[in-house]
């Protein structure tokens, strides 16, 4: 039961699926930024739409193909060899969606950076990866974990406000931080569970995906 729930957890919290979320709680906090009232508004569900395909799809869909063609043995990649060109893939695309968004007036120069970070904490794993193995979960959660704290320091904000079924509901930055550390200790324990990683690899992952994030903010502000 327990590998079972830590299964699931690790494909909720899959590496490509972080800068979707990243997205989507930018959007939450402040839709302004993006030139949209709410996140629920047309041009918000397609930019989520956008971000989702070349960050998640497509990247899925190439690894799908590499282990359709033998080129890897399985979809978790469990050897570091196997992991050299879905991590080429993956950040080929990240770098495009940065170097697009890095044009478009319409997006964030927040949202901009933490795209930056995720490539760049893509790649710093990459190189690590030709020497020791490194949790790609952690650095996605390390990652997610930077965005939060980069928002609550460019932005200052004690709260925002979300729309719900029941009415408005004020939620705390703070408590956004505090289940953002749960949420990244979870998917931790969870690969642990799954005997994907030592605890060493996990570490790394966090810190570099933590990292990732200040550095493209020194970058790009």
């Known amino acids: 039961m327990l590998r079972l729930l830590a299964r699931i957890i690790s494909i909720l919290f899959h590496p490509l699926l972080i800068v979707t979320y990243m997205l989507v709680l930018l959007l ?55 992991r050299i060109g879905p991590y080429i893939i993956t950040g080929i695309f990240y770098l495009w969606m940065f170097r697009n968004f890095l044009d478009n007036t319409q997006i964030p120069t927040a949202f901009t950076s933490f795209m930056l970070g995720a490539a760049i904490g893509l790649f710093i794993a990459f190189f690590i990866n030709i020497f020791s193995k490194i949790s790609a979960h952690a650095v996605g959660m390390g990652g997610l974990l930077g965005m939060v704290a980069i928002t609550l320091l460019l932005f200052s904000y004690d709260t925002f406000t979300v729309s719900t079924s029941l009415g408005l509901l ?13 949420l990244a200790g979870l998917v931790g324990t969870s690969r642990l569970l799954l005997q994907a990683h030592d605890p060493m690899d996990l570490y790394g992952g966090y810190l570099v995906g933590f990292a990732a994030q200040f550095i493209a903010l020194r970058i790009l502000f």
């Open 28 to 82: 939450l906090i402040n839709p302004y930024l993006f030139g949209v009232s709410r996140i629920s508004e047309q041009a918000s569900k397609l930019l989520i739409l956008q971000v989702f395909l070349s960050t998640f799809f497509i990247p899925a869909f190439a690894v799908a193909m590499l282990r359709f063609m033998g080129m890897i043995e399985s979809m978790e990649m469990k050897n570091r060899q196997e």
């Open 170 to 182: 004020e939620v705390s930055m703070s408590a956004v931080l505090i289940v953002t550390i749960l």
